[in-house]
């Protein structure tokens, strides 16, 4: 009998944790003798929290070439259970340790947000790639100061803004640059839950702020990502308050966002919301609008009248009654897609769809709206080093994009419309007078 190698080793090996390290042998061998030495990235992770174990389902389970050589963590019962989890070879509560460790190439940064800077700093100092959790700073300055000293190192850098990378925004975002949508004009991101899990979001110093610094990036990310990354945010207005919890940060807040061409990105976010979190995007655009709902209604429902002991979903407050489970959590997030991104990147020594400069540009996004919350007026966006179009090519591309509709040499379009009795209307205006009339089309 012809046994295979594969077979063999399922066979052979009872212990689970020897038979993970074999597959992973076997799958590195395949893709290296396909795609050449590089097909391996080997990975310092620091952080064994939530988003550590996210990120390590997509990494170790989509590509599954990857290897995460060591873990750091405050704790190190919680880095040694991670490491056995995910078969990890080296566990440390030293942050230097493990991105100095000698196996690794790239580190992924996934602690609280006053971790960051010292963390992307020291990878820097170590000449190693470096992947950066949401939100890149604390503030704009945290943020411009790691931006520069990655580029000052010439490492490879990206900001794991996992919403922007979720399937339904990739399709909705191939849909707007198609045209289909034509020039968007607003952009409205929600993202509302009960609150974070871990003690230390709730600390305003450790992390830089409430439910906007946390929350408000991402929708930020995917506003900027839908009326394109080349338009200046120019200004925005904000409101934010604790509502509900007895915190200095604010626990809910809305914001609108004005960039440089007249399109209006928005932000919904909160700690207070309840019944499970809230993920929705809305696009609207000259020719057409796209709504997108990721969490909450997504067509996977379910009713129990007993509830369940088991997880349902991320933020999901109830195991009884109606229940929204999401197949795959890592995927409907956008971590899947995110590395894929990052890693094939890397390998490839290109840029990915998001680098530390979109992370300091988001932060000084921020900033602004934290300053609109204070001044109850719209403020400025202060960015340092600009690097998208100029005013100028903006007006050229609204001049080249704009396009008014003449009904005759005196009256231009201003909306078509069918009426409940099957006739066509038009409504006019007059270029000269102004004024406004209808007609009946025949």
């Known amino acids: 009998m012809i046994v295979s190698t594969r077979s063999f080793i399922l066979f052979a090996l009872s212990d689970s944790k020897s038979l993970i390290s074999a597959l992973q042998s076997e799958t590195d061998l395949a893709f290296t003798q396909t795609h050449g030495q590089h097909s391996m990235v080997k990975i310092a992770m620091l952080g064994a929290g939530l988003i550590g174990e996210f990120y390590a389902q997509s990494l170790l389970g ?3 070439r990857d290897q995460i050589c060591s873990v750091y963590s405050r704790s190190i019962e919680r880095a040694q259970a ?27 940064v996934a602690v609280p947000n006053h ?33 520069e000293a990655v580029e000052r190192a010439g490492v490879f850098h990206g900001y794991l803004e996992d919403l922007v990378y979720t399937p339904k925004t990739l399709k909705a975002l191939d849909t707007v640059s198609s045209g289909s949508l034509g020039n968007i004009l607003w952009v409205r991101s929600r993202e509302t839950h009960p609150g974070p899990h871990s003690a230390w979001f709730w600390d305003k110093a450790t992390a830089g702020g409430g439910a906007i610094v946390d929350m408000g990036c991402h929708c930020i990310e995917i506003a900027r990502s839908f ?20 915190i200095d940060s604010e626990d809910h807040a809305i914001g609108l966002v004005r960039y440089e061409n007249g399109a209006i990105g928005q932000f919904e976010v909160s700690w207070s919301f309840r019944g499970g979190m809230d993920l929705r995007d809305e696009i609207s ?77 988001v932060n000084a996004i921020i900033d602004a709206a934290y300053r609109s919350m204070e001044s109850k007026r719209w403020e400025a966006i202060t960015i340092d080093d600009w690097r998208g179009k ?19 040499d005196a009256h231009v379009v201003i909306k078509r419309e069918v009426l409940p009795d099957g006739t066509r209307r038009l409504i006019l205006k007059n270029i000269i007078t102004e004024a406004t009339s209808s007609v009946i089309e025949r």
């Open 62 to 64: 989509h590509r599954s």
């Open 82 to 108: 991670y490491a056995e989890r995910w078969n990890v070879p080296r566990a440390t509560t030293s942050l230097t340790k493990a991105i100095h460790d000698t196996d690794s190439e790239l580190v992924v």
């Open 115 to 147: 971790m960051h800077e010292e963390a992307v700093l020291e990878s820097a100092r170590a000449g190693k790639g470096v992947l950066c959790t949401k939100p890149l700073g604390r503030n704009a300055s945290e943020a411009r100061r790691m931006l």
């Open 227 to 246: 009326i394109g990354k080349e338009i200046r945010p120019v200004e925005v207005v904000c409101w934010g308050a604790t509502q509900v919890h007895p």
């Open 285 to 361: 655009g000259t020719e057409g609008t796209i709504w997108l709902n990721h969490w909450l209604r997504t067509g996977f429902e379910v009713f129990s009248s007993v509830g369940s002991a088991k997880y349902v979903s991320e933020k999901s407050e109830s195991s009884s009654g109606w229940l929204f489970p999401v197949g795959d959590e890592a995927s409907a997030l956008g971590y899947t897609e995110m590395f894929q991104d990052m890693l094939d990147a890397y390998e490839n020594h290109s840029a990915p769809r998001e680098s530390f400069y979109d992370g300091y540009v």
């Open 390 to 408: 100029t005013q100028a090519a903006v007006r050229d591309l609204e001049k080249a994009q704009g396009h008014s509709e003449m009904h005759d």
